[in-house]
């Protein structure tokens, strides 16, 4: 396996594995370190941005607020947005970082290597395509899962913190992905549509270009039907001036109730998780054919 | 350059082009080469032309037609536009819109990746530079002929946008210093699509590899759009003015602070002290007395500042899409001038001082 590394010297021998990671998911690992420590530098900027703003800033952003005096509407606003868009920038990125996914997925983890034909060389060593396939969506997978339910649990208690320094609501399209399993699916649905493109494409470029107009297009579509993944409580007229608070309101005067958010949440969660397991089946199956 | 094509090439009609010398050859074969992405951008550009236009007429008027029918049903519907075809038209201008102001950053992702960097990366540069093409020629085709594309083709949609956005006003309760309609909507469009393809360039050239390239190009762009969006108001001289004028300043304006004057002679910026006396100039007097002020002011951008705006920023990023440019050039004449004068060591250090260059 040391075929996949490109620059093979004696340093790169010398590297043989001897922690708990060997082998072929070693050698995916090792491949790809340069996107690996990307990513980990990402997720802990974004995690430790959470954990500063609560626990060191939040006080002070009080203080300043106090010291606003009586007619600091402007003042006590400005203040109110740095607080609270640093935290919603940090659910943005994380939330939409699977465009990242899908374009590595399909650049770099599957395209370049059949572009390049390292992919081919490996398959004419001990690793079967399927496994090859298999060890290049696994390893990525764990990391998603680990790493976005470390974000998800840290957001939501940085997002519950201080709701009165927020001016967001849990209708916002970001801080509604974030607070739950569907940020690690549409992770997860990045990294298989990614892998589909890149073994239908055969190509590292126009895999990446495809698959994040994919995800553009299921993302898109599915923020615009949330409202229409679970039924509305129809306000019936008689509740004008008197709807409960925190209710997503729809066009016709229906809503949704907080309580909604899970059932809401877990459908959207399941229909990409649903592609992202049509995208990996699709994938195996067409290297199958290819290969046989 | 007839090398670059790694597709056939032996068909009748390439032969005949291969006989092209100079810098027709070279154009043909940039075009050749970048043929999808070519497709692509005319493909871009016929479609989200045809939106824009289908927006400024039919669209707008069944959206209109649309919202007359609601206001007539109800008067509190009046105030939430709906209706089948104000959707449509309301996606349609938004994603024109997108397209327009984020064209950039698909310039900058490509012209990193595809242009340069796979070039560099697959050694395709290096082949072509060996034959009869400088390196310095090479970059010079590679910039100026997507350079020409680019500026056709965005002076096709900018007018287009503006054909749209101000037809549309009515409807779309946009305003004109909203960020990406801004972008859309003036030559700042054309600068950042130029610097994008500068920017991609210049990463492509010093990373030599395709898809890191293409991300330092797109995080590169991020950076400056951020920067211009958060230093547009300071490209222009804002307008001050102070009393009640302060507090109805005339419609469209991009209201940037607000603040007050003690009697002290302190000037005290971000500060909303007597926005609500607005009952006439004798309320605000009295007002200001009792807070102890001798005034009040707001700076602002007039509607009418669009313009230097919109050219001042243009300007601004030129110079950064210039220097970008210098930068790849210095950058390309010094590796080729390393890997030169490495022809004349040694073969086994050769390879290393060729290895660093690239």
């Known amino acids: 396996m040391s075929a996949f590394a490109v620059k093979g010297t004696a340093e790169e021998a010398r590297a043989l594995p001897r922690g708990p990671v060997r082998g072929l998911p070693w050698t995916v690992l090792r491949l790809h370190r340069a996107a690996l420590v990307v990513w980990v530098t990402f997720l802990l900027a974004a995690v430790g941005t959470l954990v500063w703003e609560v626990e060191v800033i939040a006080d002070s952003v009080r203080e300043r607020i106090a010291s606003c005096g009586e007619n600091g509407g402007l003042c006590r606003l400005t203040t109110l947005v740095d607080y609270s868009g640093t935290i919603s920038w940090a659910s943005t990125l994380v939330y939409y970082s699977f465009f990242a996914v899908a374009a590595f997925a399909g650049g770099a983890l599957i395209g370049r290597e059949l572009e390049n034909g390292t992919a081919q ?162 994938a195996f199956g067409l290297l199958r054919r290819r290969t046989a | 350059m007839t090398t670059l094509p790694t597709s056939p090439l032996t068909s009748p009609r390439e032969d005949h082009s291969l006989s092209l010398r100079g810098s027709r050859g070279l154009v043909w074969s940039v075009l050749r080469l970048h043929r999808a992405a070519l497709w692509i951008w005319l493909l871009l550009l016929a479609a989200v032309s045809a939106t824009m236009l289908w927006a400024y007429g039919p669209g707008f008027d069944a959206a209109a037609a649309d919202l007359r029918q609601q206001c007539r049903d109800s008067v509190v519907a009046c105030h939430f536009p709906s209706g089948p075809w104000y959707g449509k038209y309301d996606t349609a201008v938004a994603l024109s819109t997108l397209v327009v102001a984020y064209l950039p950053f698909l310039v900058a992702v490509w012209a990193g990746a595809a242009l340069i960097g796979r070039e560099l990366e697959t050694g395709t540069a290096h082949l072509a530079w060996t034959q009869s093409v400088s390196p310095a020629r090479w970059l010079a085709a590679k910039l100026a002929v997507p350079a020409l594309l680019i500026t056709a083709g965005t002076a096709v949609l900018i007018p287009l946008h503006r054909l749209m956005w101000n037809g549309g006003e009515e409807l779309l309760w946009a305003d004109w210093y909203d960020q990406d309609a801004f972008h859309a909507n003036g030559t700042v469009a054309l600068a950042y699509a130029l610097c994008g393809l500068a920017v991609g360039a210049l990463a492509g050239l010093l990373l030599g590899r395709a898809l890191p390239a293409l991300g330092v190009a797109f995080a590169a762009m991020l950076a400056i759009t951020y920067l211009g969006n958060d230093y547009r108001p300071s490209m222009w001289r804002t307008v001050t003015v102070t009393g009640a004028k302060a507090l109805n300043l005339p419609d469209d304006s991009l209201r940037l602070d607000q603040g007050v004057i003690t009697t002290e002679g302190t000037r005290i910026g971000n500060n909303l002290a007597c926005t609500d006396a607005l009952d006439g100039a004798a309320d605000l007097r009295r007002c200001m007395a009792r807070g102890g002020l001798s005034d009040i002011w707001a700076t602002y951008h007039p509607r009418s500042h669009f313009w230097p705006l919109q050219l001042a920023e243009t300007g601004i990023v030129l110079a950064v899409a210039a220097l970008a440019v210098i930068a790849a050039f210095v950058l390309l004449n010094r590796r080729v001038a390393t890997a030169s004068a490495a022809a004349s060591v040694p073969p086994d250090r050769r390879t290393a001082a060729v290895g660093a260059a690239v």
């Open chain 1, 121 to 282: 060389l490996a398959w004419t060593q001990s690793v079967s395509p399927t496994r090859w396939l298999a060890a290049k969506l696994a390893v990525p997978a764990v990391l998603l899962v680990l790493g976005g339910t470390v974000f998800v649990l840290v957001f939501r208690w940085a997002w519950a913190a201080n709701r009165d320094l927020m001016g967001d609501d849990w209708t916002f399209n970001d801080v509604f992905a974030a607070r739950g399993p569907a940020l690690v699916a549409y992770g997860l649905c990045g990294l298989a549509v990614g892998a589909l493109a890149g073994v239908v494409l055969r190509r590292s470029l126009p895999a990446l270009g495809i698959s994040c107009v994919v995800m553009y297009l299921l993302n898109h579509n599915l923020e615009k039907h949330r409202v229409d993944l679970w039924p509305t409580v129809a306000s019936g007229g008689s509740t004008v001036g008197g709807l409960p608070d925190d209710v997503w309101q729809v066009g016709d005067g229906s809503f949704h109730t907080q309580s909604h958010y899970w059932p809401m949440h877990l459908v959207e969660t399941g229909i990409v998780l649903g592609v992202a397991g049509l995208a990996t089946a699709a």
